[in-house]
């Protein structure tokens, strides 16, 4: 999916629109939603956790536990950095919502946090859920 990039104005910068793939993740961490989706060719399951911005290119860390993956999935689950352009056939449905057992060490996927799905986030995201 090819995707155009509109830039607006904030203050003293410029941000670009966010795709309609960053929308739908948003949605999915707004409602709490499961996401299904092609990345990198492979069939995967999801749900996105901190979702923003590293090096102007739209990121997701997600916690991928059903689906295949080119290094293999652990049956329990798997962190993983998404690239949001990297992304297609992107559907969220309803499900448990899983997030992994433990988050041991800090994030780095995300540079610019714009969304947390934890409410005492670390991170400082830009806006909060529902926003």
């Given amino acids: 999916m090819s995707r155009s990039r509109y830039l607006l104005r904030k ?7 966010p795709s309609s793939t960053y929308k739908l993740f948003a949605k999915a961490m707004a409602g709490r939603k499961q996401i299904l989706c092609i990345y990198d060719g492979y069939s995967r399951e999801l749900c996105p956790i901190v979702l923003g ?3 102007g290119q739209e990121v ?19 962190w993983k950095c998404f690239h949001l352009s990297k992304a297609s056939s992107v559907q969220l449905r309803d499900g448990q919502w899983h ?6 060490r800090p994030q780095s996927c995300v540079e610019v946090v714009d969304l947390d799905v934890n409410p005492s986030s670390p991170y400082r995201p830009r806006r909060k859920l529902g926003d």
Avoid at 60 to 78: D, I, R, T, Y
Avoid at 99 to 104: K, L, Y
């Fill in 11 to 17: 203050g003293n910068r410029e941000a670009a629109m």
């Fill in 53 to 55: 911005h590293t090096g």
């Fill in 60 to 78: 997701a860390l997600v916690f991928q536990f059903a689906g295949k993956s080119s290094s293999g999935l652990p049956p329990q689950g798997e």
């Fill in 99 to 104: 997030a992994g057992a433990s988050h041991r």
